[in-house]
């Protein structure tokens, strides 16, 4: 009980605050396109990525995330389109959404610079069963579900080449506001937009090593900035070894595997260092993904980016 008790202080404050409001991913470097729509076609293939993330593990209502996203070049390698599903639960509430993308692409000598945007709908749901009242005066039919449908749309740009990129991206631009049903006007939730930073490189280090170091800086109105600075090295064109230090939060080991060419699994353990710590063993998180008609190349290419 004093485990969930803790969470939901630290939960529960920020749904009418600004706070950090989507999901966190750990392996962000390895599928950009989770936060950034102009990611889309660029590496060359019909693309996916199932994810899964168990958030706080030892702590009841933590954050539990799976996404499934898909996206794929069209029209000569200048335009792409792009699928985002996703399934966000905390504590009583379940957030799900499907988000189409549509991305375009411009040669800039050896760089490539493309535009992207992404649109959908967001599905929010609350479970009054699992909520507790102060005043029990101010229960309200504690009973069943209740849930809302948003509009949400997001923009984003990315600027790449075979060792670099970059990219820009805004989501939640409406910023609208998510009122349940039969509950106080003023008990709603405004989703914040959210400003996201990225850029990295793939560097070689001999023959079969590459080093990626990365970062990812995360931002929403008055609210703390948030940071993710990544090193990782690829041996042999097939083992990524890495870690991650996450601004306030703690360490992220992560590793990816390339089964071929075309399939790839990884995983991240986040090592909580935080106050969290002493009721969590961690935060875990698994990938699987595929690249269909890529074209292969041996020298480093923006598939590692």
Same mark, same amino acid.
């Given at each position: 009980?004093?485990?969930?008790?803790?969470?939901?202080?630290?939960?529960?404050?920020?749904?009418?605050?600004?706070?950090?409001?989507?999901?966190?991913?750990?392996?962000?470097?390895?599928?950009?396109?989770?936060?950034?729509?102009?990611?889309?076609?660029?590496?060359?293939?019909?693309?996916?990525?199932?994810?899964?993330?168990?958030?706080?593990?030892?702590?009841?209502?933590?954050?539990?995330?799976?996404?499934?996203?898909?996206?794929?070049?069209?029209?000569?390698?200048?335009?792409?389109?792009?699928?985002?599903?996703?399934?966000?639960?905390?504590?009583?509430?379940?957030?799900?959404?499907?988000?189409?993308?549509?991305?375009?692409?411009?040669?800039?000598?050896?760089?490539?610079?493309?535009?992207?945007?992404?649109?959908?709908?967001?599905?929010?749901?609350?479970?009054?069963?699992?909520?507790?009242?102060?005043?029990?005066?101010?229960?309200?039919?504690?009973?069943?579900?209740? *849930?809302?449908? #948003?509009?949400?749309?997001?923009?984003? &740009?990315? /600027?790449?080449? =075979?060792? @670099?990129?970059? $990219?820009? !991206?805004?989501?939640?631009?409406?910023?609208?506001?998510?009122?349940?049903?039969?509950?106080?006007?003023?008990?709603?939730?405004?989703?914040?937009?959210?400003?996201?930073?990225?850029?990295?490189?793939?560097?070689?280090?001999?023959?079969?090593?590459?080093?990626?170091?990365?970062?990812?800086?995360?931002?929403?109105? *008055?609210?703390? #900035?948030?940071?993710?600075?990544?090193? &990782?090295? /690829?041996?042999? =064109?097939? @083992?990524?070894? $890495?870690? !991650?230090?996450?601004?306030?939060?703690?360490?992220?080991?992560?590793?990816?595997?390339?089964?071929?060419?075309?399939?790839?699994?990884?995983?991240?353990?986040?090592?909580?260092?935080?106050?969290?710590?002493?009721?969590?063993?961690?935060?875990?998180?698994?990938?699987?993904?595929?690249?269909?008609?890529?074209?292969?190349?041996?020298? #480093?290419?923006?598939?590692?980016?």
């Amino acid at each position: 009980m004093k485990k969930y008790l803790f969470v939901w202080a630290v939960l529960l404050s920020p749904l009418l605050v600004n706070a950090q409001q989507d999901a966190i991913y750990s392996q962000y470097m390895f599928n950009p396109f989770a936060i950034n729509p102009a990611y889309a076609g660029s590496r060359d293939a019909l693309s996916g990525v199932l994810l899964m993330r168990e958030q706080w593990r030892g702590i009841e209502g933590a954050p539990s995330t799976q996404t499934f996203s898909l996206h794929s070049p069209i029209g000569g390698n200048k335009m792409a389109l792009g699928l985002n599903l996703f399934n966000d639960g905390v504590g009583p509430t379940k957030n799900t959404g499907a988000l189409a993308s549509y991305a375009y692409h411009l040669r800039l000598g050896k760089l490539k610079l493309s535009f992207g945007i992404r649109g959908g709908i967001f599905n929010s749901r609350l479970d009054r069963s699992k909520l507790n009242y102060q005043n029990q005066a101010d229960r309200f039919n504690n009973t069943g579900t209740v *849930n809302t449908i #948003v509009p949400t749309f997001d923009f984003g &740009s990315y /600027l790449y080449s =075979k060792r @670099f990129f970059a $990219g820009l !991206s805004v989501s939640h631009l409406l910023e609208n506001q998510i009122n349940y049903p039969n509950f106080p006007s003023d008990a709603y939730v405004v989703m914040r937009r959210h400003f996201m930073f990225t850029s990295g490189a793939a560097l070689p280090l001999g023959k079969n090593t590459v080093i990626k170091p990365s970062i990812l800086v995360k931002y929403v109105e *008055n609210a703390p #900035v948030n940071f993710d600075i990544n090193t &990782s090295f /690829l041996f042999n =064109k097939v @083992f990524w070894l $890495g870690a !991650s230090y996450r601004s306030g939060n703690g360490i992220v080991l992560i590793t990816e595997y390339n089964i071929t060419d075309f399939i790839r699994i990884g995983y991240s353990y986040d090592i909580v260092m935080n106050p969290l710590k002493q009721f969590t063993t961690g935060t875990h998180e698994i990938m699987a993904g595929f690249d269909l008609n890529l074209k292969k190349t041996k020298s #480093v290419s923006p598939r590692y980016l």
